[in-house]
């Protein structure tokens, strides 16, 4: 079974700082990561994913993310956050089993700071 | 495309009642997977249906049951409604695997009294 942990459920930035959102899974085989965005009052929007070949993955709004094996993290980065960066964000895994339920983090809030 | 559209998007039920939730795929998508989203628990997986057979379950009571339909739509239904089961209830589609993107609706928000 795989599990995944978001350390900081807070992260305070001010507005045009660079902020790193931290995630660790746990898993005995291979796996799929992902990083979900949920705005207020909205549902969850996929930010990018890691499924296999290069390490560091670039998604949308600016997002990027770095699968180190090793170390067993998937944290996410953004060199500059804007207030409409405001959101929850939640990272999640899944094996590679096609037939594997994927397990989410219990999320981060990431607060820009004028 | 539309996207996944969830209704009812706001519900109240009293202790007791069970409630029905419906979810309507992107078009062309197969899986359906349904989760339960709290302040104290986070987002939890509940159940997920492909092809109108259910392929993963969470760890929740047996209350909790849903079934896809043959145009991929699911339902989702909570029996003997409880104060703790007051959440977000989302839905999300894939096409296939759930190595593939999920897309989620924006959820419905039941409240237990």
């Known amino acids: 079974a795989q599990s995944v942990t978001q350390l900081d459920s807070q992260v305070p930035v001010f507005e045009e700082a660079p902020v790193e959102l931290r995630c660790n899974y746990s898993s005995s085989v291979s796996v799929y990561l992902f990083w979900y965005v949920q705005y207020p009052n909205q549902g969850l929007q996929l930010l990018l994913k890691y499924l296999s070949g290069s390490t560091l993955v670039k998604g949308i709004n600016g997002f990027e993310a770095e699968f180190n094996k090793s170390q067993t993290s998937f944290h996410l980065r953004k060199p500059s956050v804007h207030i409409s960066d405001t959101a929850e964000y939640f990272c999640a895994v899944t094996s590679t089993n096609r037939d594997d339920k994927i397990i989410f983090g219990k999320g981060t809030r990431l607060h820009i700071l004028p | 495309k539309a996207g996944v559209t969830q209704t009812p998007r706001y519900l109240i039920k009293t202790r007791g009642q069970q409630v029905t939730l419906s979810c309507s795929p992107i078009s062309g998508h197969r899986s359906v997977s349904w989760y339960q989203q709290t302040p104290g628990q986070g987002l939890q997986f509940l159940f997920e249906y492909f092809s109108e057979t259910q392929r993963n379950k969470g760890n929740f009571p047996g209350r909790f049951s849903g079934r896809q339909f043959s145009n991929s739509r699911s339902e989702m239904n909570v029996s003997t409604l409880e104060l703790g089961d007051s959440a977000l209830y989302l839905c999300?589609?894939?096409?296939?695997?759930?190595?593939?993107?999920?897309?989620f609706g924006p959820g419905t928000r039941l409240l237990v009294l």
């Open positions: 999300a589609s894939s096409s296939y695997d759930l190595g593939e993107t999920q897309y």
